[in-house]
C-alpha cells in the first residue's frame, strides 16, 4: 500500500492517539489477542474506542473487532491504528527483549494528554511534504548592493525633469514641490475631555477670593468648536446608553437642572444641585415614576409622530443626542427627539409620560392641581418644564417646541413658542451661577 500516510488509521498512530498495548496468548492456541485503547481524534476528552485483534503467528488477522459505530464491521481506522503501532514497534525492534531485562519502552509512548500550545510550536505539515520541501533546491537570492546619495540624487533629478509628475517624487524633500493638496485634508474628529478633567486637589489649598478668581477665568476662556460640538451630538443619540452621555453632562448645566439653577439664590447656591451638576450618577434610578416614563416615551413619540404627520407636510421624527451651546459652553440639553416639517421647520421635542396618570382620562389629568396644562393645552409658564424646553430651543436654535404629555387614554400636544426675554434671564442668570 503506498499511500498509507495518507490514511486515518496512519494519522492516528503517528498522532499517538494508540495508548497501551496488551496482548494475551490463551493456552493451547495459535492466536495472540492484542487490544488497546484508542482516542478519538475529534473528541480527545471522551471516552476511548476499544479496538482488539487476534493475530495469528505468522501475522495473520484471524478476526478484530472495535466498539466504534464503523467497527462493528470488523475494519475501522482504529483498529488500522493498532496495526501500524504493531507493525512499527517490530520494524524498530521494540518487540525484542532487551539485555538488561527492562520494560519496553515503545510501548508506554502515547499521547497521555493533549496539552495546549501556540500556533507557532505546531506542526501542520505532513511528512511528505517535509520531506520534498528539503529534497527542493532553492533559488539563491540575489543580492543588491544599496545605491549611493548621488545615485539616488540623480534618479530623482532625471524624474524631476519629466514633462509627467511621477508620484514618487512626492515622498521625497526637495522634488515635491511639484505636488499640492487638491483639496483641505481632512480632520479626524476627537472627543473633548469632559468638564471633570479641570478637578485639581490643588484648587482646596486656594482661598476663596483665588479660587473665585481662577474659576472666572476658566468660564470666560471656555469654547467649543462647531465640529467638536457636532461629534458629541452624533455620538450621544442613545442618551442613557452612551457612557459619552453621562460624561459630557457632568459640570454643565442641563434642561433638567436649568430651573432649579434659575430659582437657587445667588448668595448662597444649593449645595444638592451643585452636587447633582458636578457628580451626576451614572446609575439609572429605579423610582417607579422614572422607570415607567423611560419605559414609554418611544411609544409616546411614535402616537405624537402617528398624530402630527397628518397634520404637516414631510413630517419626520429623530433622535437627539446631547447638544452644547456654543456661546455658553457650560449648557448643554438633550432633547427627546428632534421633529421637522416642510411647513413649520424644526422643533424639539419633550415627552412626559406621568405615572401618577397612567391610566387616567384626559379631564382627569386636567382636573389634577398639579398638571402643566391649561386652557386648550397651554404649557404653564411658571412650571420647571417651561425652562427646561425654552433652554432647548435656545440651544438647538429653533422657534417652537412640541410639549408631549402620553397616557394610556390621552396624548396632549402643546406647541411652545420660543420667548427670549425669558432664555435671556435664564441664560445670564446661569452664567453668574456657573462662575
Partial sequence: MKSFKSLDAHIFYLSGWVKLVQSYI???????????????????NEAPHHPWIALTK????????????????????????????????????????????????????????????????????????????????????????????????????????????????????GVSD???????????????????????????????????????????????????????????????????????????????????????????????????????????????SIVWGREHEKQAILKFKETLSTMHQDFTVTDSGFLIDTVYPFIGVSADSIANCTCHGKSVVEVKCPYKHRDSTYEEYIADSTCCIYDRNKLDTFHPYYSQVQLQMYVHDTEFCSFVVWGKKFLIVSHVTRDNEFIQKLTTHVRTVFR
Avoid at 490463551?26 to 480527545?44: F, K, Y
Avoid at 505468522?58 to 478484530?64: E, I, K, L, R, T
Avoid at 459640570?251 to 451638576?277: A, D, F
Wanted: hydrophobic content about 35%.
Fill in 26 to 44: 490463551p493456552e493451547q492456541s495459535n492466536h495472540v489477542i492484542l487490544r488497546a485503547d484508542v482516542t478519538p481524534s475529534m473528541r480527545v
Fill in 58 to 173: 505468522d501475522g495473520s488477522v484471524a478476526v478484530a473487532l472495535c466498539d466504534c459505530m464503523t467497527g462493528l464491521s470488523e475494519s475501522c481506522s482504529h483498529i488500522g491504528a493498532l496495526l501500524f503501532k504493531i507493525e512499527a514497534a517490530v520494524k524498530l525492534g521494540y518487540t525484542k527483549t532487551a539485555c538488561t531485562e527492562e520494560p519496553c519502552k515503545w510501548n508506554a509512548d502515547f499521547v497521555k494528554k493533549v496539552v495546549p500550545a501556540t500556533i507557532s510550536k505546531i506542526n501542520f505539515y505532513k511528512a511528505a511534504r517535509v520531506k520534498k520541501a528539503k529534497e527542493t533546491k532553492r533559488r539563491k537570492v540575489k543580492k543588491f548592493a544599496a545605491s549611493s546619495i548621488d545615485q539616488q540624487q540623480e534618479l530623482l533629478s532625471a524624474l524631476y525633469s519629466c514633462s509627467t509628475r511621477p508620484v514618487a517624487l512626492s515622498t521625497f524633500d
Fill in 178 to 288: 511639484k505636488f499640492f493638496w487638491t483639496r483641505p485634508a481632512p480632520t479626524i474628529a476627537k472627543m473633548p475631555l469632559p468638564l471633570n478633567s479641570l478637578y485639581s486637589s490643588d484648587n482646596q489649598n486656594l482661598t476663596i477670593d483665588d479660587l473665585y478668581s481662577k474659576c472666572k477665568g476658566i468660564c470666560d476662556r471656555m469654547t467649543i468648536s462647531d465640529n467638536d460640538k457636532t461629534y458629541i451630538y452624533d455620538c450621544t443619540k442613545t442618551q442613557r446608553s452612551s457612557m459619552t452621555w453621562y460624561e459630557q453632562r457632568i459640570g454643565r448645566v442641563s434642561s433638567s437642572t436649568i430651573h432649579r439653577i434659575y430659582k437657587t439664590s445667588l448668595e448662597k447656591p444649593s449645595k444638592s444641585l451643585l452636587l447633582q451638576i458636578c457628580n451626576p450618577s451614572t446609575t439609572d434610578l429605579k423610582v417607579p
